[in-house]
Protein backbone atom coordinates (compact mmCIF):
# COMPACT_ATOMS: atom_id res chain seq x y z
CA UNK A 1 0.00 0.00 0.00
CA UNK A 2 3.02 2.11 0.81
CA UNK A 3 4.53 1.70 -2.34
CA UNK A 4 1.52 2.24 -4.56
CA UNK A 5 0.52 6.16 -2.57
CA UNK A 6 4.36 6.37 -3.88
CA UNK A 7 3.79 5.39 -7.02
CA UNK A 8 0.72 7.35 -7.10
CA UNK A 9 2.27 10.41 -6.00
CA UNK A 10 5.41 10.19 -8.46
CA UNK A 11 2.83 9.98 -11.19
CA UNK A 12 0.35 12.64 -10.87
CA UNK A 13 2.80 15.17 -10.05
CA UNK A 14 4.87 13.85 -12.83
CA UNK A 15 8.13 14.16 -10.30
CA UNK A 16 9.84 11.57 -12.53
CA UNK A 17 10.51 14.24 -15.67
CA UNK A 18 12.55 16.12 -12.63
CA UNK A 19 16.81 15.17 -14.31
CA UNK A 20 17.14 15.77 -10.58
CA UNK A 21 14.35 13.95 -8.64
CA UNK A 22 16.37 11.88 -6.00
CA UNK A 23 16.22 9.16 -3.45
CA UNK A 24 15.50 12.05 -0.50
CA UNK A 25 12.63 13.29 -2.64
CA UNK A 26 11.40 9.27 -3.05
CA UNK A 27 11.78 9.15 1.12
CA UNK A 28 9.93 12.37 1.43
CA UNK A 29 6.83 11.06 -0.39
CA UNK A 30 6.21 8.65 2.53
CA UNK A 31 9.20 5.59 2.77
CA UNK A 32 10.21 5.39 6.39
CA UNK A 33 14.25 5.57 5.87
CA UNK A 34 16.29 4.68 3.23
CA UNK A 35 16.27 0.96 4.03
CA UNK A 36 12.57 0.93 3.72
CA UNK A 37 12.48 2.62 0.42
CA UNK A 38 15.18 0.50 -1.10
CA UNK A 39 12.99 -2.96 0.04
CA UNK A 40 10.02 -1.03 -1.64
CA UNK A 41 11.56 -0.72 -4.79
CA UNK A 42 13.11 -4.34 -4.78
CA UNK A 43 10.11 -5.72 -3.86
CA UNK A 44 7.37 -4.13 -6.15
CA UNK A 45 9.09 -2.95 -8.79
CA UNK A 46 12.00 -5.44 -8.50
CA UNK A 47 14.65 -2.68 -9.27
CA UNK A 48 16.60 0.29 -8.03
CA UNK A 49 15.40 3.99 -7.64
CA UNK A 50 17.15 4.95 -10.95
CA UNK A 51 15.83 2.07 -12.85
CA UNK A 52 12.53 2.35 -11.47
CA UNK A 53 12.76 6.01 -12.54
CA UNK A 54 13.98 5.94 -15.89
CA UNK A 55 11.53 3.13 -16.51
CA UNK A 56 8.86 5.35 -16.48
CA UNK A 57 10.66 8.52 -18.63
CA UNK A 58 11.74 6.00 -21.22
CA UNK A 59 7.57 5.37 -21.56
CA UNK A 60 6.95 8.68 -21.68
CA UNK A 61 9.40 9.24 -24.01
CA UNK A 62 7.87 6.42 -25.43
CA UNK A 63 4.39 8.45 -26.10
CA UNK A 64 5.71 11.82 -26.74
CA UNK A 65 7.47 10.54 -30.01
CA UNK A 66 3.86 9.36 -31.13
CA UNK A 67 2.28 12.22 -29.95
CA UNK A 68 5.19 14.26 -31.33
CA UNK A 69 6.29 12.57 -34.51
CA UNK A 70 8.25 15.80 -36.00
CA UNK A 71 9.91 16.96 -32.65
CA UNK A 72 13.28 16.33 -32.34
CA UNK A 73 15.21 13.09 -30.45
CA UNK A 74 17.30 15.55 -28.05
CA UNK A 75 13.81 17.27 -27.26
CA UNK A 76 11.77 14.41 -26.21
CA UNK A 77 14.63 12.81 -24.35
CA UNK A 78 14.65 16.28 -22.26
CA UNK A 79 11.09 16.85 -22.04
CA UNK A 80 11.06 13.00 -20.80
CA UNK A 81 13.41 14.23 -17.48
CA UNK A 82 16.74 12.94 -19.17
CA UNK A 83 19.69 15.11 -18.80
CA UNK A 84 22.11 13.26 -21.36
CA UNK A 85 20.90 12.00 -24.65
CA UNK A 86 23.36 9.25 -24.81
CA UNK A 87 22.16 7.89 -21.48
CA UNK A 88 18.65 7.99 -23.63
CA UNK A 89 19.81 6.54 -26.25
CA UNK A 90 21.41 3.55 -24.38
CA UNK A 91 18.24 2.80 -21.89
CA UNK A 92 16.10 2.97 -24.68
CA UNK A 93 17.89 0.89 -26.97
CA UNK A 94 17.96 -1.57 -24.06
CA UNK A 95 14.50 -1.69 -23.18
CA UNK A 96 12.54 -1.71 -26.42
CA UNK A 97 15.64 -3.34 -28.79
CA UNK A 98 16.10 -0.58 -30.83
CA UNK A 99 17.25 3.20 -31.04
CA UNK A 100 14.96 6.00 -30.48
CA UNK A 101 15.30 6.76 -34.12
CA UNK A 102 14.35 3.76 -35.74
CA UNK A 103 11.63 3.47 -33.34
CA UNK A 104 10.06 6.35 -34.62
CA UNK A 105 10.38 5.29 -38.30
CA UNK A 106 8.61 1.92 -37.48
CA UNK A 107 5.63 3.46 -36.21
Not at 3 to 12: G, L, R, T, Y
Not at 18 to 36: C, H, T
Not at 45 to 65: F, K, P, Q, S, V
Request: glycine content about 4%.
Amino acid sequence: MLFEQIHSAIIEQRLFLSPQFSRNEYIALGAANRNKAAQLLREFAGTNLYGYINDMRLEYARELMLERPDAPIKAISADAGFSNIRTFYRLFLSKYGTTPTNYRKNR
